[in-house]
């Protein structure tokens, strides 16, 4: 059968992207995605895809453990669950090879989510509600937070 409205492959720089990890979508078309290129967030309205970057470092999807169960940072082994989260207002958390990162596709922002001084690495599945509060299951426990001032 044929879609309806439309449809295509999205590329980067040239590349078409494959689908590594989690990835979300709001209503207004904003998205948030792992790739086999790494991280992008994009707006299906205006066909923009950028890279998203921390401190320039490209950063890559990454739940944080493998299926024995060992943590897994930077992309060694079978990675399974991992989850992005996008809200309306295009605030977002994801889990990644540096850790659990919050943003704005707005803005562009982006900063490693810490605890104490400690980064936050992702284990399996995180939640984020649009009052900004969120649940994330890390290697270091569950923790329950608020990205608003």
């Known amino acids: 059968g044929q879609v309806g409205g439309f449809a295509g492959f999205l590329t980067l720089d040239g590349h078409r992207l494959y689908a590594d990890e989690g990835m979300a979508l709001n209503e207004q078309g904003q998205f948030l995605a792992g790739t086999s290129r790494g991280v992008v967030q994009g707006d ?3 066909g923009s895809l950028t890279s998203l970057n ?3 470092n490209k950063l890559y999807a990454n739940n944080g453990v493998d299926e024995d169960g060992d943590e897994d940072h930077s992309g ?3 990675i399974q ?3 992005a989260a996008l809200n309306e207002d295009g605030s977002f958390i994801i889990g990644t090879s540096r850790g659990l ?3 704005n596709v707005n803005d562009g922002s982006a900063s490693v989510l ?3 001084g400690h980064t936050l690495y992702p284990n399996e599945l995180l939640t984020l509600n649009g009052n900004g509060q969120f649940l994330l299951g890390t290697s270091q426990g569950l923790i329950a937070g608020d990205l608003t001032p």
Do not use: M, S
């Open 44 to 46: 299906l309205d205006d």
């Open 54 to 56: 921390l401190a320039g």
């Open 76 to 78: 060694d082994g079978y």
């Open 81 to 83: 669950n991992t989850t």
């Open 101 to 103: 990162i919050a943003g």
């Open 114 to 116: 810490k605890v104490h």
